[in-house]
């Protein structure tokens, strides 16, 4: 079986969630392909597919929502999954106490969702280095506000155990599909 994980990242937090990703399936004896999500050709040659982009103001990575869009009949028509790499912390809830999972999904995963109906659409936090070199003028901007800039809160949030048992949980349901299909 043939897994493409294609992902988006500015600053390669993303980037190291993938790769996680991509090993644990890779592991497990799948066959993968770790790739840029707008460098991917043609996507219809795999068998299933695990989505990545970072969050930023409220929006998936753009290069993961094209290739989304792109590809909805080849993503529709097989195994998908989707993740986000967002909050930064460890809060499971915020100030005012709204789930944290909630409020960082992607505005576009609705949409998404109804496209290509993912196994699952996960969120995991992510990373910042505050004294990394600002990409694009949002962040340039964020880095002239001092009160913006420290009120996130700075450094590596991933959760390397509960990425490896969500990469986990792609091989079982790929096998359970394999033998499902054999028999
Ligand atoms: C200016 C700025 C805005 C951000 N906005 C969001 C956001 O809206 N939602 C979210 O979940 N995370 C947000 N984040 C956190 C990033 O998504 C997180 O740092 C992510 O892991 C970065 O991934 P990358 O290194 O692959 O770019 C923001 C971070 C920065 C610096």
Request: neutral net charge.
């Amino acid at each position: 079986m043939k897994v493409l994980v294609a992902y988006a990242s500015r600053h390669g937090a993303t980037k190291g969630i993938a790769e996680r990703v991509a090993q644990t399936l890779e592991r497990r004896g799948l066959a993968v392909t770790l790739e840029q999500a707008d460098r991917v050709r043609q996507a219809e040659t795999y068998d299933a597919f695990v989505v990545g982009g970072c969050a930023y103001m409220f929006h998936w990575a753009r290069e993961c929502t094209a290739f989304v869009r792109r590809n909805e009949h080849a993503l529709a028509g097989r195994p998908t999954w989707l993740f986000s790499s967002g909050p930064l912390g460890t809060d499971l809830v915020d100030e005012k106490g709204r789930d944290v999972m909630v409020t960082t999904r992607p505005k576009e995963f609705d949409e998404l969702a109804e496209r290509v109906h993912p196994r699952d659409q996960r969120i995991f936090f992510g990373a910042w280095d505050p004294g990394a070199k600002p990409v694009g003028l949002m962040e340039r901007f964020v880095g002239l506000m001092p009160a913006a800039k420290n009120a996130m809160p700075a450094g590596d949030f991933r959760d390397w155990p509960a990425i490896e048992a969500w990469a986990e949980g792609i091989v079982s349901e790929l096998r359970m599909q394999a033998v499902t299909a054999a028999s």
